[in-house]
């Protein structure tokens, strides 16, 4: 029996068998992010280098899960056939996944690991970041007290594993006062509220460490109204605001995603899948509904605040400098 010389999506002889695009030919890629952020133009930069004649149908979720879901069903309706989803609810995220694998397309879940029967996964690693995390936060108290923890989601798992690698470094080195998994960041200040009033008062607490600097944005600013500043506060994300506050001293850390190198690999990936070929990462996960997904995990970078360098006395009419967030 033979084949015909063009198949599904463009596919020319010799491509692998369950392909949905060709290099040569080029063919869209749908890049689905939860928000605004540097990734587009990184990713759209690294695609290009791929695969020169492919073009990318970007889609902006704001935060909004169910506009999420309509902007997935317009691309497979436009015949999209490669989706790079930065799921909102990663959780949640599994029938749209099975729409898009009904429709014949490739899923690439990029920065969080989206339920459903996803094809590979990019992300910076986990375990990786609660390490750091943990070890930001032990670096940077000054007293032995106890420490507050406020987690991600109880359901989400790249929350569950950067908990589970923070108490491998944590626990046994330092009195845990007070932890809770948050579904929201802004419940952050009622937890760092009740966490002070069960302690005994705000001199009490010697660390902070929220999952994300959402949460630490608003904890910041509970330290500052409640006489904490100083108290070690670390982050987990690294965007603009979070490095002003380590600029500015109100938050000790975060822990940085290298987004570029985020979004080279999810670019690789995304074509790799498209051409029917097998994929390898660095690692192999499970999302609860599929096992061994090729993931890439990549490593994540600590920012803290620069100690001032010392300098000549300024001229007059100038002013010294402030430091600078440092990796």
């Not at 899923?107 to 995390?133: F, I, M, S």
């Not at 995304?270 to 490593?299: H, Q």
Request: glycine fraction near 12%.
């Amino acid at each position: 029996m033979s084949l015909p010389a063009c198949g599904q999506g463009g596919r020319q002889p010799g491509a692998e068998l369950g392909a949905v695009g060709d290099v040569r030919e080029g063919f869209t890629i749908g890049l689905l992010l939860p928000g605004e952020g540097p990734d587009r133009p990184l990713f759209t930069r690294a695609l290009a280098s791929l695969c020169p004649r492919c073009h990318v149908q970007y889609a902006n979720a704001a935060g909004d899960q169910a506009r999420q879901g309509r902007q997935i069903g317009r691309m497979l309706a436009d015949g999209v056939r490669v989706l790079v989803l930065g799921a909102v609810n990663p959780g949640a995220a599994a029938p749209w996944v099975a729409r898009a694998k009904l429709s014949g397309a490739k899923v690439v879940a990029y920065d969080r690991l989206a339920n459903g029967p996803v094809d590979a996964y990019v992300a910076t690693d986990p375990a990786r970041v609660g390490r750091e995390q943990a070890l930001a936060l032990l670096g940077a108290m000054k007293a032995a007290g106890p420490v507050l923890l406020l987690n991600g989601p109880a359901t989400d798992p790249y929350a569950a594993t950067v908990k589970r690698a923070m108490h491998a470094v944590l626990d046994g080195r330092v009195t845990i006062g007070w932890e809770r998994d948050l579904t929201r960041p802004d419940e952050a200040v009622r937890e760092v509220a009740a966490a002070v009033a069960a302690l005994g008062g705000p001199a009490k607490v010697a660390g902070v460490c929220c999952a994300s600097d959402a949460a630490a944005e608003a904890v910041a600013a509970e330290m500052a109204r409640t006489g904490m500043a100083g108290v070690p506060l670390i982050g987990h994300g690294g965007r603009p605001a979070a490095l002003g506050r380590v600029q500015a001293g109100t938050q000790t850390a975060t822990v940085r995603a290298d987004v570029a190198a985020q979004a080279a690999a999810a670019a690789r990936l995304a074509v790799e899948v498209a051409g029917g070929r097998t994929v390898y990462g660095t690692a192999v996960v499970s999302n609860g509904t599929t096992v061994s997904i090729p993931a890439v995990l990549v490593a994540p970078a600590v920012v803290t605040r620069a100690p001032a360098r010392k300098a000549p006395a300024p001229a007059p009419g100038t002013a010294r400098g402030q430091g600078a967030p440092s990796h």
